[in-house]
């Protein structure tokens, strides 16, 4: 049969990037979703404490797999060996309010401001025994946090009480307490600090109970950004899992979710184009998945998508090549990218006219998929800095490679800095950076955006901006994609 490449252009046009933005709730992760790649198992095993990703790597989704019984039964299939069957679920802190885990006015109710020393471990420990009392019997009425904190104030009537809910875990059972969205605790660097120092001196004690774990899903730059003091913490960094999405990785999901998409019409044209690509058919199971060619095998997730979209993004390779071209393109400043950023490019390249008969995307489709990417990005970065639209506005038309001092004089002709620091001593928001006497604020901001990935330091002293945020940012690189106002 020929192959009609406008009905797999409409499925790559349903792809949903919109996957793992919460723990609980209506964006909470659904099974269909999943694509399991072999090193995320740590982000699923009780016996991994810690689990760092950067934003939109996938936190939130295996979280929300965690906690839900039909997304840890379909992860089953993909992870067999990590008892995932054998699992009962509590939520400690997910940055939802009404799904059984603390919330923040609870915290700050319980553990006022400049109480932290003496309250927060109080505090955390009190949230681990309630979310494993919840686990251990769902259909039980929901203890106040207030009320624990008085009865348990002696830590050996707390320990009394773990050890009792720990004898009645079924033996081969784990009850696993899922802490996320951890950087939404505190708008003060001072009391994020002491609030997460006690979790992760909690998270730690409780190791010692047969079958009671805390799982945290934190960004790298939490860790480093707050000097947190916990002396245990370099092993608990030793131990911990990393999300990271290897071009494969990426692939091997946008293959999979053409893969599974119901459509007959999608069906019956993505396996012609197996065929000619000389590609085996995709296996039926979630576990299969990881056995086949286009999960793993760069060469054949390269044939695959040349039919898609053509060799070469120009007339020839000075271009660049279209399978490498998202990936370069959508990397942050540590060289990451998210499968987020690479759905967005992939669905709106589908949707950008005009189409092709022979192409189911466009080498100016992709292009496009850039900047929509780019725009997604930049307010998901929003959603949890809300100062980096205020500090990236005034960089407008600036073209990098740039000098500190050209991206320095923009700020202070709109006074940026004192303006995002004063609506950070309002408490709009947790502040960028904690002021430093051994450097200006400008500094610090510059040095804040180039640990976030926003900004890169090259050999020569100059900084760049990767086209991941530099194309809704609206600045201006010689032959790079153009920003949507140029």
Not at 57 to 70: C, I, Q
Request: proline share 5%; glycine share 8%.
């Amino acid at each position: 049969m020929t192959i009609d490449f406008g009905a797999l252009r409409g499925a790559i046009s349903r792809l949903d990037a919109s996957a793992s933005s919460s723990t609980t709730g209506q964006d909470r992760p659904v099974p269909e979703q999943i694509f399991a790649p072999e090193h995320h198992v740590g982000a699923l095993d009780a016996n991994t404490t810690i689990v760092f990703g950067s934003r939109g790597s996938g936190k939130s989704f295996w979280a929300g797999v965690l906690a839900h019984a039909d997304t840890r039964k379909a992860a089953a299939e993909a992870y067999p060996r990590i008892g995932l069957d054998r699992l009962l679920i509590g939520l400690g802190f997910t940055g939802q309010d009404g799904d059984g885990s603390v919330s923040r006015a609870t915290i700050n109710s319980q553990v006022p401001a400049g109480t932290e020393t003496e309250r927060a471990n109080l505090l955390w420990r009190c949230v681990v025994l309630r979310a494993v009392r919840a686990a251990i019997s769902p259909g039980s009425q929901t203890e106040r946090i207030g009320a624990l904190m008085q009865d348990f104030q002696d830590p050996e009537a707390w320990e009394e009480a773990m050890h009792l809910a720990d004898s009645q875990v079924e033996p081969g059972a784990r009850v696993v307490i899922i802490f996320d969205a951890l950087d939404s605790l505190a708008v003060e660097w001072h009391r994020l600090r002491e609030l997460t120092d006690a979790l992760l001196e909690v998270a730690w004690s409780i190791r010692g109970y047969r079958s009671i774990r805390a799982k945290l899903f934190l960004r790298p730059d939490q860790v480093q950004d707050l000097g947190l003091r916990f002396v245990e913490l370099p092993k608990m960094v030793a131990g911990a899992t990393k999300l990271v999405w290897s071009p494969a990785n990426l692939y091997g999901m946008f293959f999979s979710r053409i893969a599974t998409d119901p459509t007959p019409e999608t069906i019956a044209n993505f396996r012609e184009l197996l065929i000619e690509s000389e590609t085996p058919p995709a296996p039926n199971l979630l576990a299969g998945i990881r056995r086949w060619a286009l999960n793993y095998d760069r060469g054949a997730q390269a044939r695959v998508f040349n039919k898609l979209a053509g060799l070469y993004m120009g007339r020839s390779h000075k271009k660049g090549r279209t399978y490498d071209w998202p990936i370069n393109h959508l990397a942050d400043g540590h060289g990451e990218v998210t499968p987020r950023s690479f759905l967005t490019l992939m669905r709106t390249a589908a949707e950008t006219q005009p189409f092709l008969e022979t192409q189911a995307v466009t080498a100016e489709g992709i292009r496009n998929g850039l900047r929509s990417a780019s725009k997604v990005r930049l307010e998901q970065l929003d959603t949890e800095f809300k100062w980096i639209k205020r500090v990236l506005a005034p960089l407008a038309r600036i073209q990098v490679p740039c000098t500190a001092s050209v991206i320095i004089d923009r700020w202070n002709e709109t006074q940026t800095v004192e303006a995002v620091m004063t609506r950070a001593a309002a408490k709009e928001f947790l502040p960028p950076f904690e002021s430093k006497t051994d450097q200006s604020d400008d500094e610090q901001l510059i040095d804040r955006l180039t640990q976030m990935g926003v900004l890169t330091k090259r050999s020569d002293g100059r900084y760049d901006m990767p086209d991941l945020f530099r194309v809704a940012a609206r600045l201006l690189r010689k032959g790079g994609v153009a920003p949507a106002f140029v």
